[in-house]
């Protein structure tokens, strides 16, 4: 995330179809100079060999980012058997290369179900993971390898989109839908699926299809933004709530609303046997009418407490 001395309040979330070729972050800068926001941040990166969607957020809507961080995602990428690059994609230096066994789709369904589930993953080392105070991908860039350890994820869903047809004219290329948790690197994955089918592999394209709650059919490409006046603009931004709509709500009345803002605890007077969740306290979006006031803490004996509160 990152501020500017001048410019406008601007509040919401724009999905952007991301062009291949740039950083999450040069992408990030070129919505945000049409929108001159003073805010911005986006919702995990894409590297440039990717496309697809990329939440922006804007303004008070950067205090929900983290959460969007969480998002399970979708993705569909091409793997290209037989060559190995370090940095687990086209875009690096190939390290090694093999023949690609004849393989039939059943010996590909059945390598992709190994992968299906709760999997360990160790992650490259072109990442953006850190030790000891340094990202990976830089000591990568130096030519250093450090061990990983390897993060338990899950893959709840791997297609082969790869007809038979396409298998014998291209045996070399995969097509795969992944639907996966947070924290998945679609370049790990291709690797460790080449390397069980006895030849390695490397991410050729991938584009990210779904976040969360978003599709990719949602989304703006940057060529469409420039096309449109600010009005225009503004509407294609979603209000700073609509990645909670999980949550439940509760509406405040004018003194309540006033008490929560100033950090202050209040008791609601009735609590809709529907909203609370478990014994523990749960999180709730808090409204007055439709202004959207931020979130907070509500337990069984109706105490709301703010948890986080946004400035709109």
């Known amino acids: 995330m990152s501020k500017r001395k001048s410019g406008l309040n601007v509040h919401g979330i724009l999905l952007l179809d991301k062009r291949l070729g740039v950083s999450s972050n040069r992408a990030l800068q070129e919505v945000r100079h049409l929108f001159n926001a003073n805010k911005a941040g986006h919702t995990g990166s894409l590297d440039p060999l990717a496309t697809g969607l990329l939440p922006l957020c804007f303004g008070e809507a950067t205090k929900v980012s983290g959460l969007m961080l969480d998002d399970n995602k979708r993705y569909q990428v091409l793997v290209q058997l037989g060559v190995m690059t370090d940095t687990g994609d086209q875009e690096g230096v ?89 924290g998945t690197y679609i370049r790990s994955l291709a690797e460790d699926i080449g390397h069980d089918l006895g030849c390695g592999g490397t991410v050729k394209e991938l584009r990210r299809l779904a976040a969360g709650q978003f599709k990719i059919e949602q989304a703006t490409t940057i060529e469409q933004l420039k096309a449109m006046d600010q ?79 946004f400035n709109l």
């Not at 850190?130 to 993060?151: F, P």
């Open 231 to 309: 009005q225009s603009l503004n509407q294609c931004l979603l209000n700073v709530d609509k990645p909670l709509e999980g949550l439940p709500a509760v509406q405040l009345s004018e003194d309540q609303a006033s008490c929560i803002k100033q950090g202050q605890c209040i008791v609601l007077a009735s609590i809709n046997s529907g909203i609370m969740q478990s014994t523990e306290p749960d999180t709730v979006r808090m409204y007055k009418e439709t202004l959207f006031l931020g979130l907070g803490e509500l337990s069984l004996d109706g105490k709301l407490t703010p948890k986080r509160m």
């Open 94 to 182: 190939v390290i090694e290369t093999k023949p690609v066994p004849k393989l039939a789709i059943d010996d590909i369904n059945n390598c992709l179900e190994k992968f299906t589930g709760e999997i360990d993953q160790v992650p490259p080392m072109y990442s953006a993971l850190k030790l000891n105070g340094k990202k990976l991908y830089e000591l990568a860039r130096e030519g250093k390898t450090v061990e990983r350890k390897a993060r338990r994820i899950t893959i709840f869903e791997l297609k082969l989109l790869t007809s038979s047809e396409q298998l014998i004219s291209e045996p070399e290329l995969l097509s795969l839908d992944v639907y996966c948790s947070k």
